[in-house]
């Protein structure tokens, strides 16, 4: 019944059964509280984490399926908001409830990894699948090309 | 044209909850604060904590559900302190009498009311303790307090002495609090009216932020709860046999809103809970659908008990028949779900008849006086502790969900956590009215308003939250319902009417009715005298200084009368709400009924501002919001059940549907106005009169969908 996956760079079994959504697995068993639960359906995108590096809905992931794969969760971008999305996050203050925004990091830290330069429409063609009730779009929106900017200069 | 409305905000103080109502038995207990700080915490008052290790910590009465109490409550008091804004750490008020909100009468977040409701009291708190703490030196160095002053954090005495505050804190704390206190002239500000960072930030970018659904306690379960999916039903009987079989399932358990099964986990109570069989008694709500609510309004609108808004002005009924031309309107506004991101919750623990209680909640008192109250427990065995709201808009000022968690874990005899999905949480809000509105004018013969009539029929969500008698104005309904016009002859009417439905407070409440209805009906009269719908405006604001000044900055911004590209047309509109003063023009194209909002310019001037980048965050924010509601939403109803379910059928907007927004914020030196709700009302008829314009169709029953465009 258990699965053996990656979180986080650290290996973990989860005893959850098979067919339990990463997001629970997550959240409850794992105690990883960053990534949120918004719709259940793979609506909103406030569970977005990565599988293999790829944006997946964890509402909508069995846990099974990530069996051997590598999980990065909010938590993993760092811990002393060092990350430049982080930091581009907070000096154009994006959050607002900020229900949605590890969700929201999740998915432009995805969109990052492969498109260093990102055009208005490649970043809306990343983020629609994220929603945001309050309305951070157009900082979200900065914040990204903000921190585009900063990992083209270090790379 | 008269603007005495009764005012919202000396409504509840007067009205039902001052005088019993709801909230009679609501006693609140002193307040105890948990510092966030080690070692020995003094409390010099209500809103400063400060320890022994120099750590101060400020008091937010506010919950913070993305508007920024967090920062701008403590900037208020550290103005005064004088300390730096960095250095503090930021506690959400427990329920107490100190933190009520005196503009609403309870401890309440809502109304947009917290930086007027804090703006004086909030300094004058930091003002009394850093008297204090200079009295606290005076005495321990023996010199005269008039040689010294608070800076930073220290207290600076003659020859260079000085005292941290934290080292001041314990004798502070003994000295009386001082009644009378001097404040900083506002050009001696440093910290209020600068954009400074929010100070909650950080924790919302690396998960750290503790919203309700994240609370944790030892021993915690967790609850789901099957609701009769007609609101109002109640449970005949249930069949828990298989679901008590499935696997974590520790009890299933009766409560007065339906059926809970509780588990190890969240997802085993879900799971479960799909086992479960109930028998409701559907009751009288299981008759409704949206069609009927519309119906009975429109009914109520012609035979209801009329309510003047206001004093009417000159005569209307003889104006009309002596007009040129007499022009008349109904504008729909469809009922609405709040929809916030994270689903309801709250997390209780009742233990030796004594209730903990963890959550997100607008309304401290209103949740632990309910609690106390359904439970049967006195005031001070019930502990609540806020956390982050994962949005609020007026949903997390109802207490079902409170009310729910408590009872669970009474029942059940342990800590837990009730959380709903989202599809309870779309199908059991409380939703904003449906709003019918009726206006009539009477034109001269260059097509200017020389006659006004205003009837609103809606529903009363004072009524029922907190008791407002029946046939009693509601404050509440008639929000920006007198229009700032000049105009001879007004009249201004509600009709209340109970159409089934329950309903709540939704963001910007009744602005959002009568704002699409009286500034949708200023452009139609504007085309129909053949005049440009901002100069029609202007026209008429000749007296009101405040409102042209934003009119004329936000036609000036947006490039009023400038050529566009070809299928973009502009639509303008002008409000006052919560204090304060703004307007809007949007910028739209419309292909095949498909609205797309190219750019949203806002002019607002809502006098002092503690924190423009926060004042602005809001603006962008409530476009967003309003945006939603004008182009996508409605809450309809199929024999009771409401047929919304998730972001799939109740869409909102999205990143590639955002517009660009523009702001200009107007320097002031009048007192501070909310801007938590007015941008999300007004938007409104900005697009609607921006689709009018490039369409030449004139939508008025909401939302604007390429159905209802298709159709006009």
């Known amino acids: 019944m258990s699965t053996t996956m990656n979180v986080n760079g650290k290996a973990v079994t989860a005893r959850s059964e098979p067919d339990t959504p990463l997001l ?37 992931t069995p846990v099974a399926s ?45 969109l990052l990894s492969k498109n260093k330069n990102p055009s208005d429409a490649d970043i809306d063609a990343a983020m629609s699948g994220n929603i945001c009730r309050c309305g951070t779009y157009p900082r979200i929106k900065a914040a990204i090309k903000d921190a585009a900017a900063t990992m083209r200069k270090t790379v | 044209m008269s603007t005495n409305q009764t005012s919202r905000r000396d409504f509840l103080k007067t009205s039902s909850l001052a005088a019993g109502g709801l909230l009679m038995g609501f006693a609140l207990p002193g ?31 506010r919950s913070e559900m993305g508007q920024g109490v967090y920062t701008s409550m403590p900037m208020l008091i550290a103005e005064e302190l004088n300390v730096d804004i960095n250095q503090i750490k930021v506690s959400i008020a427990p329920p107490a009498a100190v933190y009520v909100n005196a503009l609403l009468g309870a401890q309440i977040t809502g109304g947009s009311t917290s930086v007027r409701d804090g703006w004086e009291k909030l300094r004058v708190g930091g003002a009394q303790v850093r008297e204090m703490l200079i009295s606290a030196a005076a005495d321990e160095w023996k010199v005269d307090r008039s040689k010294l002053k608070a800076e930073r954090g220290m207290v600076l005495g003659p020859k260079g002495r000085k005292a941290s505050y934290g080292s001041l804190a314990a004798a502070a704390a003994r000295l009386p609090v001082p009644e009378k206190v001097a404040l900083k002239d506002p050009k001696d500000f440093k910290i209020v009216g600068k954009r400074i960072k929010r100070l909650d930030t950080p924790s919302k970018v690396n998960g750290t932020a503790e919203f309700g659904i994240d609370v944790k306690l030892p021993g915690l379960v967790y609850a789901s709860l099957e609701q009769c999916p007609v609101i109002g039903g109640k449970v005949l009987g249930f069949d828990a046999s298989k679901a008590k079989g499935m696997p974590g399932v520790i009890d299933v358990v009766q409560i007065s809103d339906g059926v809970a099964v509780v588990a190890d986990t969240y997802w085993h109570a879900v799971k479960a809970r799909k086992e479960l069989s109930v028998q409701w008694e559907e009751g009288p709500g299981a008759t409704l659908d949206h069609k009927a609510v519309l119906a009975s309004t429109r009914a109520a609108a012609d035979s209801g008990k009329v309510l003047p808004i206001g004093k009417p002005t000159g005569n209307v009924a003889e104006a009309m028949k002596s007009a040129v031309k007499v022009m008349q309107a109904e504008y729909i506004t469809p009922m609405q779900a709040h929809a916030p991101l994270e689903p309801m919750n709250f997390t209780a623990h009742f233990e030796n008849g004594k209730i ?20 049967g427990l006195k005031p001070e065995d019930v502990t609540l502790k806020t956390t982050f709201l994962g949005g609020g808009f007026g949903r997390r000022l109802e207490l079902d969900f409170v009310i729910q968690a408590a009872q669970i874990s009474k029942a059940v005899g342990k800590p837990v956590k009730l959380l709903w999905t989202r599809e309870d949480d779309m199908t059991h809000d409380y939703y904003r009215p449906l709003g019918l509105n009726q206006v009539q004018a009477g034109l001269d013969a260059k097509g200017m308003p ?176 309003g945006m939603s509601a004008a182009l996508m939403q409605e809450i309809t109803l199929d024999k009771g059940r409401v047929q919304q379910t998730n972001y799939n059928n109740y869409p909102v907007v999205r990143m590639h549907e955002s517009p660009k927004i523009d702001i200009v914020l107007v320097p002031s030196k009048e007192k501070p106005g909310g801007i938590g ?31 209802a465009i298709r159709a006009a």
């Not at chain 2, 020995?40 to 400060?50: E, F």
């Not at chain 2, 209680?357 to 106390?372: D, K, R």
């Not at chain 2, 949203?600 to 962008?620: C, F, K």
């Not at chain 2, 999300?680 to 969908?705: D, Y």
């Open chain 2, 677 to 707: 709700e007015p941008a999300t009302a007004l938007v409104v008829p900005a697009i609607a009169n921006a689709v009018a314009a490039a369409t030449g169709k004139r939508v008025r029953k909401l939302p604007l969908t390429p159905e």
């Open chain 2, 356 to 375: 903990l209680l963890i959550g997100p909640t607008q309304f401290q008192q209103g949740a632990h006086g309910a609690v106390a109250g359904v439970l």
């Open chain 2, 450 to 625: 020389v006659a006004f009539q205003h009837k609103v029929t809606s529903q009363s969500i004072t009524q029922r939250a907190f008791g407002l008698p029946k046939d009693t104005l509601d404050p509440f309904m008639a929000e920006a319902a007198v229009a700032p016009y000049a105009i001879a002859n007004t009249q201004h009417d509600l009709v209340i009417h109970d159409s089934g439905m329950r309903v709540g407070y939704w963001r910007a409440v009744s602005h959002n009715m009568n704002a699409f209805a009286n500034e949708s009906f200023m452009d139609e009269l504007a085309a129909s005298a053949g005049k440009d719908p901002y100069q029609y405006r202007m026209a008429l604001l000749k007296d009101k200084p405040r409102f042209a000044r934003v009119l004329k900055l936000v036609a000036e911004k947006s490039g009023w009368g400038r050529p566009l590209p070809k299928g973009r047309a502009r639509g303008i509109a002008l409000m006052e709400g919560y204090d304060t003063y703004m307007a809007q023009v949007a910028e739209v194209s419309v292909k095949n009924g498909e609205i797309k909002v190219h750019r949203v310019t806002v002019a607002a001037d809502l006098g002092r501002m503690v924190n423009p980048d926060t004042v602005e965050a809001q603006i962008q924010s409530s476009i967003v919001f």
């Open chain 1, 66 to 110: 990530v069996a051997g794969k590598k999980v990065a969760t909010v938590e993993s971008l760092s811990k002393n908001n060092s990350h430049p999305l982080q930091k581009a996050w907070i000096k154009h203050d994006v959050p607002q409830c900020g229900y949605c925004q590890s969700g929201q990091l999740m998915s432009a830290a995805a």
């Open chain 2, 31 to 61: 307040a105890k604060v948990e510092a966030q700080a080690a070692g020995t915490v003094y409390t010099p008052n209500a809103w400063v904590h400060i320890a022994d290790d120099n750590t101060i910590t400020l008091i937010s009465a």
């Open chain 1, 24 to 60: 629970w697995v997550i959240r409850d068993e794992l105690g990883l509280s960053g990534t949120k639960f918004g719709c259940g359906a793979a609506l909103c995108g406030a569970c977005t984490v990565h599988v293999n590096g790829q944006p997946v809905r964890s509402c909508q």
